[in-house]
C-alpha cells in the first residue's frame, strides 16, 4: 500500500511516500499528481524516507516525473535520508540527474 | 602546179564506189544457223533422212555432192559390217546399218584390307545401264545421227561365290560375316561392308605433368552478378602459397594389342612416363610424383623442359594506378612507386611501398612499409588478427558494462528496501533498460560503433562474432533490452565476450607492423607495432597490437596501443580532441601533452586540461598514475 502525504511550502511542495511505491500502488501517486496543478509549482520534492519497499518500476516512474517536470520548469528534488534506500538510487544512476534537497 | 579541173568529180565517184561495196558485202552474209540446219550450199547436192531408225537417202543432182553421215554419242553407223567413228560419204544406203549402242548395265564388287589390316572391307558398285532408239532427221546434207533414250536398265546381284573364292586368296583367318558379304551382294545399292573383323590396337597413352597453376600473369576470377563493375580489378596475380601443389604426374596407360584378319598380333609400345623438373622455390615430393611450392610467390615454367620455379616477391616498377589494377599477390609485394586512389593491394606477405599512398587499402599479412605518407585509406597488417584486435577496446568497454549491469542487479537484490516482485512478473528486462540508459548509456554508442564494423558481405557476416554482434545490437538497442527474461542472459553475453577477447589476446606467431613517415585522415590496424617516423599522424585512427610510436605530432583522432603509446606531442595548441588509449598494465609516454588529451588506462580515463611537459601515464595495482 502507498500512503501520500502532501505538504506545501513556501520553497515547494512535498510528497511523503509512505510504504510502497512498486508496480501495484504506482498509479496512486499518479492520480495525485495529475489532480495537481502545476501553474504557479516552482519545485517538487519527494521523500523517500519512509518507504519500507521501492522496485525498478517506481524508481522509473520518478524519472519520468523529473523528465516530464523539467520540460515544465518545475524543480524536481528527492528527499532521503534510509540508507538502503539511497544505496538503490546511487546503484540504479537517479541521483546522477535528481538531487538530494 | 596547177589543179586538174575535173578532179573533185573524180574524187566523189571514188567515194561512191567504196559506199557501193560495203553495202552489198552486208547483204550477201549468210547466218551460221542457216548453214548448220541446212549443210548445203549447192541445191543438188544429196541429202539424208532417218525415218523409224531407218536411213533414207536422195541422190544428189547432176553437179551436186553425195550427202555424209557422222554418228553421234550411243549411236553406232557400220560401213559394210565395219564401225566408223567419224563421217563418211553414202552413196548407197544398203552399205550402211544405223543402230542405237545400249550401255549395258554393271554389277562388280572390290575386297581390300583397312591400312593396319585388321578388316576386310567389301565395296560394291551398281551402275543402271540405258537403252536408246535412233532419233527421226529430216532430209539433210550433212546427217548427225542422234539416239534419244527412253529406258533403263536395273543391274544384276553380285554372284556371293565370286567373293568368297577372293577372300579365299586372302588367307584370311578370322570369322567371315556371311550375312553381310549377302546382303551388300543383293542391296544393289553402293556400299562399303567390313565382312571380316580382327581387333583393332589400342595405342598406349604417354605419361604427362598436370601442372596445378596458369602460366598466365593475372588470372580472372569468374564474375559475380551480385558484385558491381570494378574498373580497377584487372585480375589477380598469379601467386601460390607456400606447400601449394604445383603439378602432378599422369601415369601413362598401356594400349591393348591388335589381331588382323590373317591371325596376326598386332604389338602395343609401352606408354612413356613424363617427369617433373623443379627449379628454385619448389621441390618434388611423393617418389617425384608431385611438385610443392617451398615459398610464397609467382610460378613459372623456365625453359623447354618446363622446369617449375616460384619467384619469390613481385616487383611493381611504377605507381599502382587504374592501367595496373589492384594488386592482390601471394607473397612481398615491393612498389617502386605511389598507391593511387580507390586502388587495393593485397599481399600474403609484406608491403614495400617507396612513395606515398593515397585514399588506397593496403593488406600486408606481415607487415606494411611506406616510405613515405600515407593520406586517407586503411591500413591493415596482420590479416583478420589485426581486425579482432582493433575491436579490442570496444569488446573490452562492452564486457565491462555487462559486468556492471550483472553487479548492480546482485547488489539490489540484497538490498531490504528494493522490491523485485515486478522483476519476477514481467522479466528482469526493465530493470537492466533502466540501468543501461541510467549507468551505462554510451554503451549503445559503443554497440553502434561495433555493428558499423561488420562486413557488407552477406556470407562473411556469418563468420566470427559478427551474428552475435547483430544479436547484441538488436538485443540492447531500443526497446530491445524489454525482451529480455532473466539477468543470466546478460550473465551469458559478458562471458562471451570475455572467451572472444582472450582469444583476441592470445599471442600470435608473428606479430605484424606497419611503418609510415606521416599519416593523415587515415586509419592503421596493426597485430605488431605502429611507427610514424615523420613529422606526425593527424585525425587518424591507428590500433597497434604492440606499440604505437609516433615520433612527431599527434593531433585528433583515436590512438590505440596494446603496451604503450610514445609520442612527441598529444594534441595541439588548437585544443583539439585526441583519445589516447592503452589497456591496464600499458603506459603512455609524450614529450608534450596538450588541453582537450583524453588519456586512457584500461577503464579509467582523464581528460587533460592543462598543458604538460615530459609526461607518463601508466597503472600500478589498478591505480593510474600520471
Known sequence: MLKVEKTEKDEGVYFDLIGELDMHTGGILDNLLQKEDMTNIKKLVFVLSKLNFIDSTGIGQLIRYYREYAGQDVEVVIDNENDDIEEVLELIGLRQIIQDD | MKRFPNLDKIENTVANFFEDLETEDFNKKISSKEVADNCYINENDGLLS?????????????????????????????????????????????????????????????????????????????????????????????????????????????????????????????EINRTA??????????????????????????????????????????????????FFYKGDINSVEKGEVLAEVVPPVNGVPGLTVKGD??????????????????????????????????????????????????????????????????????????????????????????????????????????????????????????????????????????????????QLRDNKKFSTHDLEVRGHGYFIKLVMEMRFSDMFRDLKRLYEMMPRDSDKKKEGIWPVVELMYTKFSGHGPLQIKSIDEITKYKNFLGRIIEYICEDLDEPADVKAGYCQNAVIKATGDVVIGGSGVYHSKIHSGGKANIKGFCRGGEIYGDTKIIAGELGSRANVHTLIMVPMGGEIIAHKLYPNVTLGIGKHKRKNTELKKQIRFTSEDEIVKL
Open chain 2, 50 to 174: 532417218i525415218t523409224d531408225g531407218k536411213l533414207n537417202l536422195k541422190p544428189p543432182k547432176p553437179g551436186g555432192d553425195w550427202p555424209v553421215i557422222r554418228p553421234c554419242e550411243n549411236v553406232s553407223i557400220k560401213l559394210r559390217g565395219k564401225e566408223i567413228k567419224g563421217p563418211i560419204i553414202v552413196k548407197n544406203v544398203g552399205d550402211i546399218e544405223i543402230k542405237p549402242e545400249d550401255k549395258s548395265a554393271e554389277s562388280k564388287f572390290h575386297l581390300y584390307l583397312s591400312s593396319d589390316n585388321t578388316k576386310v572391307i567389301l565395296e560394291t558398285e551398281f551402275f543402271q545401264g540405258e537403252k536408246f532408239y535412233i532419233k527421226n532427221k529430216e532430209e539433210q546434207h550433212e546427217l548427225i545421227v542422234e539416239s534419244v533414250f527412253y529406258e533403263a536398265i536395273p543391274p544384276s546381284p553380285i554372284d556371293r561365290n565370286l567373293v568368297y573364292e577372293q577372300l579365299e586368296q586372302m588367307d584370311v583367318v578370322l
Open chain 2, 265 to 410: 598380333v598386332i604389338p602395343v609400345p609401352e606408354g612413356k612416363h613424363a617427369e617433373i623438373y623443379v627449379g628454385e622455390g619448389a621441390e618434388l615430393v611423393n617418389e617425384g610424383q608431385a611438385a610443392i611450392a617451398t615459398i610464397d610467390g609467382r610460378p613459372i615454367l623456365r625453359g623447354g623442359k618446363k622446369v617449375i620455379c616460384v619467384i619469390p616477391g613481385l616487383v611493381v616498377k611504377s605507381d599502382v594506378d587504374i592501367n595496373t589494377g589492384h594488386i592482390n599477390f601471394k607473397g612481398d609485394v615491393r612498389i617502386i612507386g605511389n598507391v593511387l586512389e580507390g586502388l587495393i593491394v593485397k599481399a600474403t606477405g609484406r608491403v614495400y611501398v617507396t612513395g606515398s599512398v593515397f585514399h588506397a587499402e593496403i593488406y600486408g599479412e606481415n607487415g606494411v612499409y611506406i616510405n613515405n605518407n600515407l593520406i586517407g585509406g586503411l591500413i591493415c597488417a596482420g590479416g583478420e588478427a589485426a581486425e579482432y584486435k582493433s575491436m579490442l577496446p570496444l569488446l573490452e568497454g562492452l564486457k565491462n558494462k555487462l559486468q556492471g549491469v550483472r553487479s548492480i542487479f546482485d
Open chain 2, 181 to 230: 558379304i549377302n546382303s551388300a551382294c543383293k542391296s544393289l545399292t553402293n556400299s562399303q561392308t567390313v565382312v571380316v573383323e580382327g581387333i583393332e590396337m589400342i595405342p598406349s597413352t604417354d605419361g604427362r605433368v598436370k601442372y596445378m597453376f596458369s602460366d598466365s600473369e593475372r588470372i580472372y576470377r569468374p564474375e559475380n552478378e551480385k558484385e558491381e563493375l570494378d
